[in-house]
């Protein structure tokens, strides 16, 4: 079989599957992110994993595509996407908006592929059978729009304050936040893959019970990991992360 180059699948960021591949991990980005931000994941993981990260459409190499807005028309066109490489097993990482495409992701192929992600990571949002603790922003005008942004302290400010830049970027944002926004869960069985949930000790909006809830969505085992740091913990935690996802895989390598 040889190397499986990745790159031509636009949905997926620059990943390399090759014969020694025993298993993959696909990490989804937050809202108005990109999947540049796992590029270097893969220095951190044991040489049996590939790390996949999405790329949605509407940034970076896909700038020109539209954004989706609708959770339920996004989740098929990527499970799509992958289904070539769900010929071994596989894991899932979301942080934040990517915590609930992976979620919603690993139950739809559940149902229409039986297949299942045998972990899931997931970082940064509440358990989707709650509701959700924030206030939805992606109607607001533009300037109300930006100040949550600014709140939210993942955005940098020298992008926030350029404006020929943001004019650009605000229909991403804006998108991907109507797509969190507007997000309705549907009761379903727990799934039956086990599940690691990160939370940020001092998120303004998730909290530690909300973290915890995520025990709900499995029936297999459940861990929660509380780190230092506010909702972007996964880029001042990012070392600590790594360490906690690499060293699970390494285990799930030796069974």
Not at 3 to 22: A, F, M
Not at 55 to 70: A, H, I, M, V, W
Not at 176 to 202: M, N, W
Not at 209 to 224: C, G, L, M, P
Request: glycine residues 6%; contains cysteine.
């Amino acid at each position: 079989m040889g190397n499986k180059l990745t790159e031509k699948n636009l949905w997926l960021l620059s990943s390399v599957i090759t014969d020694q591949t025993k298993l993959l991990l696909f990490c989804f980005h937050y809202a108005g992110g990109n999947a540049s931000m796992y590029k270097d994941w893969y220095k951190y993981m044991p040489a049996q994993v590939a790390v996949c990260p999405i790329q949605l459409p509407g940034r970076s190499n896909r700038f020109k595509e539209p954004c989706y807005t609708d959770l339920s028309a996004l989740i098929p066109a990527l499970a799509e996407a992958i289904r070539p490489y769900l010929d071994r097993p596989f894991t899932f990482f979301g942080h934040s908006m990517g915590a609930l495409i992976s979620f919603e992701l690993a139950r739809y192929i559940r149902k229409v592929y039986n297949l299942l992600p045998i972990h899931m990571f997931v970082a940064g949002y509440h358990a989707p059978q709650l509701p959700d603790p924030g206030a939805p922003i992606f109607h607001l005008p533009d300037n109300e729009f930006l100040s949550e942004l600014e709140k939210m302290n993942g955005t940098p400010k020298e992008l926030l304050e350029h404006k020929e830049l943001m004019e650009i970027m605000l229909p991403l944002f804006r998108a991907d936040f109507k797509l969190a926004d507007t997000y309705t869960y549907r009761q379903d069985e727990p799934l039956a893959c086990s599940i690691t949930a990160f939370g940020g000790s001092q998120d303004p909006e998730v909290s530690i019970k909300h973290i915890q809830a995520w025990k709900e969505q499995t029936v297999s085992s459940f861990q929660v990991h509380i780190l230092e740091g506010d909702h972007f913990f996964i880029h001042s935690q990012q070392d600590k992360i790594l360490s906690i996802v690499s060293g699970f895989l390494s285990d799930l390598l030796k069974n």
